[in-house]
């Protein structure tokens, strides 16, 4: 599977962005679609997850009421919104996918096929 990402970009605190992850490749196999996030000096944490099939949804604490992760399997694409952004917010955003039912979705070593990564920069 491969992950292209896209979306990220500058933006004033309090706005918006919608990341996007196209799959490609053997997307069959894809059971979840995780973001995570990697901020200047911090270790990469969990953001959401969303289950291919069902449409189940996992989010951080930290995000919850602001992001939104869902997903247009049609097209094999998922997405992120990220409303009322914060400078906290600022990072470069991975997605992943996890094709195996063993491992939790919020944890990174679940997930085998990586994104390269896009920067997400809130300004104040």
């Known amino acids: 599977v491969q992950l292209q990402a896209s979306g990220g970009g500058l933006v004033q605190a309090g706005g918006s962005l919608r990341l996007s992850c196209g799959a490609s490749g053997r997307t069959s196999s894809i059971v979840t679609i995780g973001w995570f996030r990697q901020a200047p000096g911090k270790e990469r944490e969990f953001v959401a997850a969303?289950?291919?099939?069902?449409?189940?949804?996992y989010h951080a604490n930290s995000v919850k009421g602001r992001f939104t992760i869902f997903r247009d399997a049609a097209v094999n694409t998922g997405h992120l919104r990220m409303n009322a952004l914060e400078p906290e917010d600022t990072a470069v955003y991975y997605c992943?996918?996890?094709?195996?039912?063993?491992?939790?979705?919020?944890?990174?070593?679940?997930?085998?096929?990586w994104g390269q990564g896009t920067l997400v920069t809130v300004s104040s």
């Open positions: 992943a996918t996890h094709t195996t039912l063993d491992g939790a979705v919020m944890a990174q070593s679940s997930y085998e096929y």
């Open positions: 969303i289950t291919w099939s069902g449409g189940y949804t």
